[in-house]
Every structure is written in C-alpha cells, then in structure tokens.
C-alpha cells in the first residue's frame, strides 16, 4: 500500500524557518515527481514546489526565494525547507507524488499544519 507520511509541520514565527519531509513507502512504481501542495483556510488548494524525475523544479512565485525543494532519492523521501516564513504561508502542507504504473497515479499525504504567527 502507497503511503506518503509528512512531517516537521509547527508553529514559528513570522521570519523563522521550518523543513518538512515526506517518505513514500510500500511503492515499486517509478516516480514521476513529487512535490508539495498547500491549503489555507476557505481557499483552494495550491502547487508550492515539486521536482520532477525529468524537467525543471517549480515553485509557486509566493515562495520563489525562501524555500528550497530537495529530495533524497534513496530514501524515497522529499523534504521543504521554508525559510523567511509569512503569517499567509499559514496553511496545511500536503505532500504529492506521481507514480507509474503503466498509467500516472497521484498519491497524497494526509497533510501537516504550519502556522506563522505575526
């Protein structure tokens, strides 16, 4: 069974830095990308950054700058490190991978929540 477990979600202040990271366990498929998404209340869910296996990494323009994407293919894990943090970064992170198996499935984690506090 697919999982994607996230971790490293808080509470910081506006300015500081947290990293968050995803594990993809109970895989054989090959990995197309993963990333991470984001939710802030009463708002619609959102790209933050992800890298795929072929092409550029991406990042939302709101974070261009302050975070980083990484990702340790060994480990099957996918990490977010977000420096210089904003109270509008608030949200639940959920972390995201494409996997093949013939065709493309999207997977989820069941999400981590940061706050930034003013």
């Known amino acids: 069974q697919v999982q994607l477990v996230e971790s490293g979600g808080g509470l910081v202040q506006a300015g500081g830095s947290l990293r968050l990271s995803c594990v993809l366990t109970?895989?054989?498929?090959?990995?197309?990308?993963m990333g991470w998404y984001r939710q802030a209340p009463g708002k619609q869910r959102e790209l933050v950054a992800n890298m795929p296996v072929d092409g550029d990494t991406n990042y939302a323009d709101s974070v261009k700058g302050r975070f980083v994407i990484s990702r340790d293919n060994a480990k099957n894990t996918v990490y977010l490190q977000m420096n210089s943090l904003k109270p509008e970064d608030t949200a639940v992170y959920y972390c995201n991978a494409d996997l093949e198996v013939g065709t493309i499935h999207t997977y989820w984690g069941q999400g981590t929540q940061v706050t930034v506090s003013s």
């Open positions: 109970g895989s054989r498929s090959s990995i197309v990308s």
